[in-house]
């Protein structure tokens, strides 16, 4: 693994070799590099292992809810109290509220389906696990390199993937090398696992490659913002799960909130809302902050304190959505491929299974002395494994809810409690969700009310508490495709929906003394969430790793 001579004046990139490269150090690249190295433990052989990561440590870019469900995490590490992962507060009590403007109505426990329950499970802070895990892995020998993020798909004469590159590191916004310049690395690899979340940016290129998603539904997403407060003990009921659904979204908006009683005095909330609504005026970010004014909700939060806040997109496309898993050198595993039970909000113990049994046929692979081929040993084991029928069973969810709450709910009632998951029946998603958006002649602006800067709260104060930076001088890593695009389509078309989708105030258009409005792409605010990526009507902004260390810093989300 000793790297190779490199010229400053050719350019030429160090490169370093490994049996298997991971991009992404989530639940789902850990868990895939520490059961390779349990593998190899038990059959004593020897096995090079990294993890790229573009976050300034591991954890730093990690957001969710999170309610887990323990099942994967127990195979992966049977010892998991024992060895002091910070799965502390078990969920007491679930509620499942119907909310109206200044109503809310509880579902009765006996009528909720299983996939709303939660006995069992543990409210925990996805990023501390996140951080726990990666303590795991190097003392087994990973190699873990946060701060790197990979930018390039390197193949081999064949078509293969052999690896990735990391990004260079001290170029100015104007593209030149600044006095900081190091050049990227070469990362080889006899199999390259692709972990990288909802969105993955390499990952979207190794699905045109290999036309992965040509036999799938199109994926369909949700923006998830979530807020972290410390109430005061009056208020707080640790092991309190809420869900709700209806206000301040319409009927016909799929989306959702959760609201959990964490340990110390601290709530988690937040509001999910699907990515394919059709309204240009609607704001997810507005949305959520009116939510927190429902009086069954602020009775939690009054006097309160909030602490932190985050964004981030989630693949809810399920079972009918997951591409074709592996392609010639590597593969893609956890949320990169949709790994996401929608109907449970639940994607963590989803990412570990699914890591798992990547690394298992890895590992076959290369005990094998096979390299650079298809790993179909992969895509057959989660066939026969429990993550499958547990996402076969929820399959319908996300296409039932975008059909409006109210048909969506005695569906899914009807699916889940009264059939038990087992429906002869399967729905599919028509189209993504930058396909959905409306033009905005067909509806009226929504007046959302100005933030209290004590309950609500605007999207600049919000990025601040995320620790969100970039170094300014650096290239973009926001990019248009054709530049005169948001003025003569979207705003024209769609009175400017990116300023709105964002949750980080990424996005203004402005006009200047007079001049006709530009607009201007506040880069050092984003907060990596992936919504721009997704919701363009246009497909014209395309979402690329800034320079490695950049973006959210969560300590505890």
Known sequence: ???????????????????????????????????????????????????????????????????????????????????????????????????????????????????????????ISLANVVRWLGRQAEALGVEIFPGFAAVEILYGAHGAVKGVATGNLGIGRDGQPTEQFQPGLELHAKYTLFCEGARGHLGRQLQEKYQLSADSDPQVYGLGIKELWEVPAAQHQPGLVIHTAGWPLDHATYGGSFLYHMANQQVALGLV?????????????????????????????????????????????????????????????????????AARIKGSHAAIKSAMLLAAATFEALVEGRQGDTLHAYPQAFKHSWLYQELSRARNFKQWMSKGLTLGTLMTGLEQKLLGGKMPWTLHHRQADHESLKPAAQFQPIAYPKPDGKLTFDRLSSVFLSNTNHAENQPAHLT?????????VNLRLYAGPEARYCPAAVYEFVADNNKPPHLQINAQNCVHCKTCDIKDPTQNIVWVAPEGGGGPNYPNM
């Open 1 to 123: 693994m000793s790297p190779t001579p490199f010229s400053d004046q050719s350019g030429q990139r160090e490169s370093m070799e490994y049996d298997v490269v991971i991009v992404g150090g989530g639940p789902a690249g850990l868990a895939a590099a520490i059961h390779l190295k349990q593998l190899a433990q038990q059959k004593g052989a020897e096995m090079s292992v990294c993890v790229l990561e573009k976050g300034s440590e591991i954890g730093a870019h990690i957001v969710s809810g999170a309610v887990m469900d323990p099942r994967a995490l127990s195979e992966l590490f049977p010892d998991w109290k024992a060895r002091g992962a910070p799965l502390e507060t078990l969920v007491t009590e679930d509620r499942f509220l119907f909310l109206t403007s200044k109503r809310a109505y509880q579902a009765p426990a006996w009528i909720l389906p299983e996939t709303f329950k939660n006995h069992g499970n543990y409210l």
């Open 273 to 341: 809302v699907g990515l394919g609504y059709q309204n240009p005026y609607l704001s997810p970010f507005e949305e959520f902050q009116r939510y927190k004014t429902h009086p069954a909700i602020r009775s939690f939060l009054d006097g309160g304190k909030r602490i932190s806040y985050g964004a981030r997109a989630i693949a809810a496309g399920g079972l009918m959505s997951l591409p074709k898993l592996v392609f010639p050198g590597g593969a893609l595993a956890g949320c990169e491929a949709g790994f996401l039970n």
């Open 480 to 488: 248009l495709k054709d530049p005169t695009t948001p003025i003569d």
